[in-house]
């Protein structure tokens, strides 16, 4: 049985509000890479810039934990309004991304990975 402060302290609460997918966009297959830093590693950020993507989250998060663990990991988003957009975000989660070709910086490359 709930008490009334915790009910109330539950309602100013809310709802928590999931990141909003983009609407509409071309697919995009990527190889994904960890950037040269470990320390700026935002691996949530990451995994949410992917959902956003329409990437199913589950997918997104084993993708990130691969290449935190150093492999090279090859798979499609399926709505990406942006590329730059996406490539930038990516980059600032300490990730390398290439997309269709576009580079986003030169790295060795380990054993491809698909999810």
């Known amino acids: 049985m709930m008490t009334s402060a915790l009910r109330a302290k539950f309602e100013r609460l809310g ?13 995009e297959t990527v190889t994904l890479r960890l950037g040269p830093d470990l320390g700026a590693v935002k691996s949530i950020s990451a995994v949410r810039a992917f959902h956003r993507r329409h990437v199913p989250t ?7 934990e691969a290449a ?15 590329l730059p957009l996406l490539l930038r975000e990516v980059e600032e ?20 990975v698909p999810v």
């Open 15 to 27: 709802r928590v509000k999931e990141d909003d997918r983009v609407l509409s966009g071309s697919p």
């Open 58 to 64: 589950i997918k997104a998060k084993r993708a990130v």
């Open 68 to 82: 935190i663990e150093g492999l090279t990991v090859t798979f499609v988003a399926p709505m990406v309004e942006d």
């Open 93 to 112: 989660c300490g990730f390398l991304l290439e997309a269709n070709g576009s580079k986003a910086v030169e790295a060795p490359t380990a054993a491809k």
